[in-house]
């Protein structure tokens, strides 16, 4: 089992920064894709960003394509979110979580772990 702890959200104005980190630990051997989902009140949970674990590539939503950036680093078993250029509809909970298939990455059915979740908060 994946255990997957979010840190680094918070209150930024719009056009801020910030940069979120996912502690990952347990049996991460058949991982194959670390993600990033988010949540805003009444709406879906989407798919913000993905890394493929092995061979490090990286898929974005278009709507945080060129401000977002997934990125890994396998020494201190974590992933990262860095977030530029926010802007208050980026405002939701946002969510780390492990796949051990290759396939949809933006679809939540197809993660099988999750953490508790961050929260960030953009205002204008």
């Known amino acids: 089992q994946v255990q997957l702890v979010e840190s680094g959200g918070g209150s930024v104005q719009a056009g801020g920064s910030l940069r979120l980190s996912c502690a990952v630990s347990?049996?991460?051997?058949?991982?194959?894709?670390m993600l990033w989902f988010r949540q805003a009140p009444g709406k879906e949970r989407e798919g913000v960003a993905a890394?493929?674990?092995?061979?490090?590539?990286?898929y974005y939503a278009d709507s945080v394509k060129g401000r977002f950036t997934i990125s890994q680093d396998n020494a201190n078993k974590s992933v990262y979110l860095q977030m530029d250029s926010l802007k208050p509809e980026d405002t939701a909970m946002y969510y780390c979580?492990?796949?051990?298939?290759?396939?949809?990455?933006?679809?939540?059915?197809?993660?099988?772990?999750w953490g508790q979740g961050t929260q960030v908060t953009v205002s204008s």
């Open positions: 347990g049996y991460t051997y058949n991982t194959k894709k």
């Open positions: 890394l493929l674990t092995t061979i490090g590539h990286t």
């Open positions: 979580a492990a796949s051990r298939t290759m396939l949809r990455w933006d679809r939540p059915e197809y993660a099988d772990n």
